[in-house]
């Protein structure tokens, strides 16, 4: 099968998306969900004028005169009397604005006089009250579909009472591991074994990107074996993620297990630095990625396609966020035949500088790491103070 681009790759993964549908939930429960529906507003907001400020509540007109205090009014309590010539009411912040009155003066900007009358005694008037339904007026939508909730939309639906709300379904990711040679990560590894890395990560990935990770174990190099755990996985997952088995070797039987299970294999080699052996597939449940066993790899292929693909099915168009700045050294590979996804730091005075980076089992360049940037295939040099796009890892 023909090595394809990290954009075709892209493409395809995307093309493949299909919904996992719907539920409600509480809207407390819902950051870092999708939004599957409008969320209107079943108020204005602010729903009445409202004080911005502590003070006095008058007329404009009436500020160079001595005013008399009719009522105080604090807030969550309606006013009482309606403000009429040489009146004021005192008011908190929050409170709501009484009848006759257009603006607050701040308490600060007073004197009472032993009248028990106050006397302004600022230089410039500022209304200091919101107007109602400035912010939001109701009926008007303020979240909508797609949008992914974060603590200030969990906010905005707390103020609207928009106390159950439809989020997208998290798809279910499997994740496998494939390789005799792993143990799991609470064991000391034997001479010829190594700690299972990618399970760990990936799962914590998929929490990451808002799905429900499903941990299946690990596959040693036995095509049998491989088998029962995939097709279980494919069965029981929207995505399924095997991690190794998908080189070159003896024992890597991933691609032919994979078609074996019933997987239309679209892709199997892309030409980017790392995660060329990155393989997908399609299967009438659910869609599967072979991904590089070399740590490194697997986070950044992840990264690069199974991210979007998780979004993308809950209808968010997920953009990664990228920073252009400066490159604080040149940078220079000797082979440019693939797209190289470099892994990078932000110094503190705002340069971009490449890890130490020993390959692609050198997890630990990843916790360095603030960052890739993607050198195209061809190019072999990024010169000093060359602007860069970082996209945060
Ligand atoms: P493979 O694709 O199976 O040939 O694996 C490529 C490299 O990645 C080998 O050095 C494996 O030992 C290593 N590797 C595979 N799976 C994992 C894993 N889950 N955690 C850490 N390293 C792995
Ligand atoms: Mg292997």
Redesign the pocket.
């Known amino acids: 099968m023909e090595m394809i681009t990290i954009e075709k790759a892209f493409e395809i993964v995307m093309g493949s998306a299909f919904s996992t549908g719907t539920e409600n939930i509480s809207f407390t429960g819902s950051a870092g969900r999708i939004l599957a529906e409008n969320v209107a507003s079943d108020i204005d907001m602010p729903p009445f004028n409202k004080a911005s400020v502590d003070g006095f509540a008058c007329r404009k007109a009436d500020i160079g005169s001595d005013l008399e205090i009719i009522e105080t009014i604090p807030a969550g309590k309606w006013p009482e009397k309606s403000v009429s010539g040489m009146q004021c009411s005192r008011i908190m912040t929050g409170a709501a604005l009484p009848a006759g009155a257009d603006c607050v003066i701040m308490v600060e900007d007073t004197d009472l006089l032993s009248s028990g009358k106050i006397r302004y005694k600022g230089s410039f008037i500022k209304e200091n009250f919101a107007v109602r339904g400035e912010d939001v007026k109701k009926g008007d939508i303020i979240l909508k579909p797609g949008k992914l909730v974060r603590p200030q939309d969990i906010a905005v639906m707390a103020t609207v009472g928009h106390t159950i709300v439809k989020v997208a379904k998290m798809p279910d990711v499997a994740v496998i591991?494939?390789?005799s040679?792993?143990v799991e990560p609470d064991r000391v590894p034997g001479i010829s074994q190594?700690?299972?890395?990618?399970?760990s990560q990936l799962m914590a990935q998929v929490a990451r990107a808002g799905a429900a990770g499903n941990y299946y174990g690990?596959a040693g190099?036995d095509e049998e074996e491989t088998f029962t755990l995939v097709a279980r996985a494919i069965s029981e997952n929207d995505i399924v993620l095997v991690?190794?088995?998908?080189?070159m070797?003896d024992?890597?039987f991933v691609p032919s297990v994979l078609e074996r299970a019933g997987v239309k294999i679209l892709f199997s080699r892309v030409s980017v630095q790392p995660g060329k052996?990155t393989t997908f597939g399609i299967h009438s449940k659910a869609v599967v990625f072979g991904l590089?066993?070399?740590?490194v790899s697997?986070f950044i292929q992840f990264e690069m396609l199974v991210r979007p693909l998780i979004y993308r099915m809950m209808g968010h168009i997920w953009k990664p966020l990228t920073i252009q700045l400066p490159m604080k050294a040149r940078f220079t590979r000797r082979f440019a035949e693939r797209t190289a996804l470099v892994p990078v730091f932000i110094t503190d005075d705002g340069f971009v500088s490449t890890v130490e980076y020993h390959g692609s089992?050198h997890i630990s360049s990843l916790s360095e790491a603030d960052g890739i940037v993607t050198m195209p295939a061809g190019i072999k040099i990024i010169e000093k103070g060359e602007t860069v796009s970082v996209r945060q890892i």
Not at 243 to 247: A, F, I, L, N, R
Not at 292 to 295: A, D, K, L, Q
Request: glycine share 18%; proline share 11%.
């Open positions: 591991s494939s390789g040679e792993l190594i700690r299972n890395t990618n399970a690990i190099d991690t190794g088995g998908v080189s070797g024992f890597d052996p590089p066993g070399n740590p697997a089992a």
